[in-house]
């Protein structure tokens, strides 16, 4: 199958008022976090049925998707990554895994990452030594610190919290605001699990973490809980 094939099914289903919303809401400005990133304007539903469409790609040619300069584009390719990845027998699993961490330049938004580390990173670390995660935290660059947190979500539905825990306590001091709700996210679906292990984590932080994280954190405590911690007077 020719990626050109692709190219043009993508170009064939391009909105161009949907891409302008898109690059309003994903901040492409000069100086945002997306900054020069380009949508065609394709709906994340239509993606996933192309994926499911095209999952027998050659992990190579997925690559191929994975660098365009079209966000959708490279949307696509994570999400037949996704597909692919369960399904793949150990060699081929590793090959997605380093092909998805020697890429991270390409997965350069909150729903790129969102949409994948927990599936491919975090499902290949699960039984296997997760330092790679902690050389991610201390990473410059915003995506993979975020893909340093969300890759434990696969970990927490396992009831695996330890590493999320960590990774948060290390994220504590980062000044982003993407990183905030990732971090905040993910103690709320540890709490979900464990409420006990969230609780005893924000006893520890909740009186000096980010505002947001916080908020992102207790979002599902009873609103009377949540006023306390918000006010410092749990």
Sequence with gaps: MEIIEIENRLQSLANPEIAKHSQRY???????????????GIRAPQLRLLAKEYKSLKI??????LKSKFHEQRTLALLILVLIFPR??????QQIYDLYLSNTKFIN???LVDCSAEHIVGRFLFNKDRSILYQLVKSNDLWERRISIISTFHFIRNKDFIDTLKI???L???????????????LREVGKRDLKTEEAFLALHYKTMPRTMLRYAIEKFPEEIRQKYLKGKI
């Design 26 to 40: 994903f901040k492409t400005k000069p100086g945002q976090y997306a900054e020069g990133d380009i949508f065609l």
């Design 60 to 65: 190579n040619r997925v690559e191929e998707l």
């Design 88 to 93: 793949a027998n150990e060699i081929d699993q």
């Design 109 to 111: 938004n909150w729903d």
């Design 168 to 170: 948060s306590e290390l």
């Design 172 to 186: 504590l001091k980062d000044t982003h605001d993407l990183i905030h709700k990732a971090v905040g996210w993910m």
